[in-house]
């Protein structure tokens, strides 16, 4: 098992998804980024339109609701995967890296997959993968060629977690 601790928290009062649908999609995307002899542990909340707003406002400075918000908690350094790719620092114990929170707003979500006639499932699986990807050190908005990376990972592991079952 990759996630070692892994914490849900659904501050929504939509009842439909649970922990291990996160879970399942956060093991899968790291076995996909070939992250197997790692552990990990993270959080991910499902939170309202309110509460994405004020965290948006306070640590981006956008006064604006969002879809999904990622909180690493280090530095990127010389963790890499086992094709050599570096991506984060391990400051855990044990072992276990502690990679940070994710906080996905559900009725934003519900919004994207109307306007986009996908699946709600489909657009919480990309979410997740997405703000993982985030705790991993990608980040789309540093340059095109990091967005255009980040990007191509992030598309090739939903069409994986697509056709997995």
Not at 17 to 31: D, H, L, P, S, T
Not at 40 to 68: P, Q
Request: glycine share 6%; with cysteine.
């Amino acid at each position: 098992m990759i996630i070692s601790d892994f914490v849900f928290h659904n501050l929504t009062t939509d009842r439909k998804y649970n922990g291990g649908f996160f879970e399942k999609i956060v093991e899968f995307a790291a076995k996909e980024l070939d992250l197997e002899s790692k552990k990990f542990e993270l959080s991910l909340s499902l939170v309202g339109e309110g509460r994405i707003k004020a965290l948006n406002k306070k640590y981006r400075g956008k006064n604006k609701t969002t879809d999904v918000l990622s909180f690493p908690l280090m530095e990127r350094g010389p963790i890499r995967s086992r094709a050599g790719q570096e991506l984060i620092t391990s400051n855990g114990v044990n072992d276990i890296i502690s990679l940070g929170d994710i906080f996905i707003c559900l009725p934003v979500a519900k919004k994207n997959a109307a306007r986009e006639k996908v699946s709600l499932d489909y657009i919480m699986s990309f979410l997740t993968i997405h703000g993982f990807m985030h705790l991993l050190g990608y980040d789309h908005e540093k340059s095109a060629i990091e967005k255009d990376k980040m990007f191509t990972l992030q598309d090739k592991i939903l069409k994986r977690l697509a056709t997995s079952d």
